[in-house]
């Protein structure tokens, strides 16, 4: 069970992922801040000083200035402007991802490999093959590489 463990975890999909999820745990840290600290407060400037992170509902029918001061007080509140800033995060996520997605497709497509030419060695059995089906009278064999 030791020596299967070892074959799956050193596979290459294994590696690649684990990567991917710890970039992906880092890179939200920084679209978190990107939001929060850089998109948000002019969204909110340009929307007449909305700050959609204390948008809330209260549950309990208390008023509260801001969300702090009703989960201070412990009200049951839905927090909608919170939902607000997780599907804007969502979208800039989504966006960046496919920014570099994109990317990526485009420099696989430049890198890609050109058809190789067999070795030499190969080249040579081929002419030898299809000189002697001329011999036997056969149409020699075509291949498109």
């Excluded at 996520?93 to 920014?99: E, I």
Aim: with cysteine.
């Amino acid at each position: 069970m030791l020596e299967e463990f070892k074959k799956f975890i050193s596979r290459g999909n294994v590696v690649e992922l684990a990567v991917g999820i710890i970039i992906g745990a880092a890179f939200t840290g920084i679209v978190n801040s990107l939001v929060k600290d850089i998109l948000m407060p002019p969204i909110g400037w340009i929307m007449g000083g909305i700050d959609f992170s204390n948008y809330f509902l209260s549950l309990s029918g208390g008023h509260y200035d801001s969300l702090q001061a009703a989960e201070a007080a412990g009200a049951a509140t839905v927090n909608y402007g919170r939902f607000i800033n997780a599907c804007i995060n969502f979208l800039i996520v989504s966006g960046a991802l496919f920014l570099i997605v994109r990317q990526v497709n485009r420099l696989h497509i430049l890198h890609r490999e050109t058809p190789k030419t067999p070795p030499r060695q190969e080249q040579l059995l081929e002419e030898i093959r299809d000189a002697l089906r001329a011999q036997a009278g056969h149409p020699p064999i075509n291949r498109t590489r």
